[in-house]
């Protein structure tokens, strides 16, 4: 086909579905590398080439037989891009396209959406406003930083993604007792202050390095609160143009531009502090937003974002003009929990606003949409009590013992 262009894909989670779909709609040759453990998830494979699978999943793939796989594939085929589908794929996809010379994210770059360190280092040198915090390298700043900063700290994974393996401690000597029990992993971990307050997340696109699109919305319950006391997931998007929403989408121009993400989709997370009032940065991934976020941010703007970013994506490799669908500006939330049942009967949640049922086993999850805020925010609160009620089941936090 003239002009297509060829896209290999890196996605160790069934995602992206969207934007494999688009990609191939574009007129390119598209290939996925996925798990082993993926092959019989329903991926569009009438809209991709070929599928290459790896042994084990994430951590457990073998980066030198990836590369070696991906550099025999270039010996019949001209690779223009490769591209990483989720947060775990980025450090994938950063090493290939180093050792092979392919455009796109480098590895230090790729350090500024996946090493929570990295991001925070990244934006106190870019004036970025950030909770204190510390590295886990040396003991007499660890205790300097305990002796100098007010509790509660947490102790977070540096590549983690979202709040998995957050540890929340109140005095030295049980920060002291969780470090040395990592032994050797400590480095892996960063120390780092708990400021209460109310955590945003933005969800946007980008284009020669410039923000072409985002959408603000709010946690309503945080993804930390739900991973370690279990209950309900919500957030919505806020008021259009409110103060918090512009205060946000300043702070995260100020990120992407900073962290030098030239295209492509991006989520980053905010806290409002309840001490004074500013917006801090938390942290930052060069992906689409996962718990179905995307689905809400659709839903409120007309902006599919894994279809948008594939379209980014073509233009950049094909030199051509990408051009922004009309943006429509409504709200819409999401409600989400573990459910007790696989296929939870959801049938009794029939308000009109609903528009959008989670697929997932042992998920009960609804999106709404309305013209109105306060609607969506009370059907998200009736939607919670029920949940609850009815569906909703507490399991315990998985311990981290396989560290990014």
């Known amino acids: 086909m003239e002009n297509s262009k060829t ?29 082993e453990k993926l092959r019989d998830k329903p991926w569009p494979f009438d809209h991709i080439d070929e599928v290459f699978y790896m042994a084990g999943q994430d951590i457990d793939w073998n980066l030198e037989h990836l590369l070696l796989g991906v550099g025999n594939l270039m010996k019949s085929n001209k690779i223009d891009a490769i591209v990483a589908l989720d947060d775990y794929d980025v450090e994938k996809a950063t090493y290939l396209r180093e050792n092979l010379r392919i455009d796109g994210m480098g ?33 007499h700043d660890i205790n300097t930083f305990a002796d100098t900063i007010s509790d509660p700290w947490v102790l977070k994974p540096r590549s983690e993604a979202s709040s998995t393996g957050i540890i929340k401690v109140y005095d030295k000597e049980t920060l002291w007792i969780h470090i040395n029990e990592m032994g050797n992993n400590r480095f892996k971990y960063l120390l780092e202050q708990f400021k209460p307050g109310d955590v945003y997340h933005c969800d946007s696109l980008n284009l020669e390095s410039k923000v072409i699109f985002s959408l603000t919305s709010k946690y309503l319950a945080t993804p930390m609160e739900i991973s370690q006391g ?12 409110s103060e918090d929403d512009k ?46 976020l995307a689905e809400m941010v659709a839903e409120a703007s007309n902006m599919n974002l894994w279809a948008e970013w594939a379209a980014i994506e073509n233009a950049m490799v094909k030199q051509a003009q990408y051009i922004l669908p009309k943006i429509k500006k409504e709200y819409a939330g999401i409600v989400l929990t573990l459910s007790k049942f696989q296929h939870p009967d959801l049938t009794s949640f029939s308000d009109p606003e609903v528009c959008f049922r989670v697929p997932l086993d042992y ?30 089941i507490v399991v315990d936090q998985k311990k981290v013992s396989k560290l990014h």
């Open 107 to 139: 590895q230090t770059t790729g350090r500024y959406f996946r090493d929570k360190l990295a991001m925070r280092m990244r934006a106190k040198s870019c004036g970025i406003r950030i909770p204190a915090f510390c590295s886990l390298f040396n003991d």
């Open 7 to 35: 896209f290999v894909c890196i996605s160790n989670y069934f995602k992206g579905a969207a934007f494999l779909t688009h990609l191939k709609e574009l007129g390119n040759t598209v290939y996925l590398v996925t798990s």
């Open 363 to 392: 998920h009960a999850g609804l999106i709404v949409k309305s013209n109105k805020h306060e609607r969506v925010l009370e059907l998200l609160n009736d939607y919670t009590e029920r949940l609850v009620r009815d569906f909703t």
């Open 230 to 241: 279990g209950g309900v997931f919500r957030s919505a998007n806020i008021a259009y143009n």
């Open 247 to 292: 205060a946000i989408k300043k702070v995260n121009e100020a990120v992407m531009k900073g962290f030098g993400l030239k295209h492509g989709a991006a989520h980053t997370e905010f806290i409002k502090c309840n001490d004074d009032g500013q917006i801090y940065f938390l942290e930052t991934s060069s992906r689409v937003g996962g718990a179905h």
